[in-house]
C-alpha cells in the first residue's frame, strides 16, 4: 500500500497570507489527524478527523482549521499567517487499530 | 492532559554500544507508540505498544501500564540509529489526542 503522503512538501508564505495543505491516507484509512513541529513547542497535536467529522481538536486558534472528504483525503487550512506559523506540519492516518502512520510533513515558512 | 516525560534529552554513543530511553505518562493510556524521526523530518514507526514488550531487530521495547513508563532499548547501536526518537501517547481524558514527549536526541558516533 502507498503511505500518507502530503502536498506541497515546501511552502513559503507571507505574513497575513493564507495557506492550505493536503494529506492522502494510507488507503483503507479513515482517521487523519494533524500536527505542527516547531523547535520552541515540540509536536503538538491540532486535529483529528474520522469519516468527515473532527473527532478532537488541540489548543490552537481559530486560525487553524481542517476538514475531511468522503475519500478520507484531509485539508488544513491556516488564515492570517504569523511568523510563529513557521512549521512542519504532520499528518497522519490510522485503521482501527490505532496505530498511526505519519506522512513526510509539509515544511511551511512564514516571512 | 496526560503529561509525557522522556529521558535522557541526549544522548551520543560509540558505534556498537547499547542505550535505554524512558518515557515516563502521567495517567493511564490506550495508545502508546515510539517513533525514530530522520534528518528529514519522517516520522519512522518503531513500535506500537501499550503495553507488554516487543521485539523487532536490534530495537525492542516494554511498557509497563500499571507503572507508567516506557523503555526502548537499542542495542548495538549504528550511525543509520542516529535521529530523535518519540514517544507518543494517547488517553487519559484525552481521547484520541496524540500528546508526544519532547524526544531524545540520538548521536552515534562511527
Known amino acids: 500500500k502507498a503511505g500518507v503522503t502530503q502536498t506541497p512538501r515546501y511552502l513559503i508564505k507571507t505574513r497575513g497570507q493564507q495557506v492550505t495543505l493536503s494529506c492522502s491516507p494510507i488507503?483503507?484509512?479513515?482517521?487523519v489527524s494533524w500536527y505542527q513541529q516547531t523547535p520552541g513547542q515540540g509536536l503538538q497535536f491540532l486535529f483529528e478527523y474520522f469519516s468527515e467529522t473532527q473527532r478532537n481538536k488541540g489548543n490552537f486558534p481559530g486560525r487553524f482549521s481542517g476538514r475531511q472528504f468522503s475519500n478520507s483525503r484531509s485539508e488544513m487550512n491556516v488564515s492570517t499567517l504569523e511568523l510563529g506559523d513557521s512549521a512542519l506540519y504532520l499528518c497522519?492516518?490510522?485503521?482501527?487499530?490505532?496505530?498511526?502512520?505519519f506522512g513526510p510533513g509539509t515544511r511551511l515558512t512564514v516571512t | 492532559g496526560i503529561q509525557v516525560e522522556q529521558s535522557p534529552p541526549d544522548l551520543i554513543l560509540q558505534e556498537g554500544a547499547n542505550s535505554t530511553l524512558r518515557c515516563n505518562f502521567s495517567?493511564?493510556?490506550?495508545?502508546l507508540q515510539w517513533f525514530h524521526q530522520n534528518p528529514w523530518g519522517q516520522l519512522i514507526n518503531l513500535f506500537y505498544i501499550p503495553s507488554g514488550t516487543k521485539q523487532n531487530g536490534r530495537l525492542s521495547a516494554t511498557t509497563v501500564a500499571t507503572e507508567r513508563y516506557s523503555l526502548l532499548y537499542i542495542s548495538s547501536s549504528q550511525t543509520t540509529d542516529s535521529g530523535v526518537y518519540f514517544c507518543?501517547?494517547?488517553?487519559?481524558?484525552?481521547?484520541?489526542?496524540?500528546?508526544f514527549g519532547a524526544g531524545t536526541r540520538l548521536f552515534v558516533k562511527a
Open positions: 507518543a501517547v494517547e488517553g487519559g481524558t484525552g481521547g484520541f489526542k496524540t500528546i
Open positions: 497522519a492516518s490510522r485503521d482501527t487499530s490505532y496505530e498511526q502512520y
Open positions: 495517567d493511564s493510556v490506550n495508545n
Open positions: 488507503s483503507g484509512h479513515r482517521s
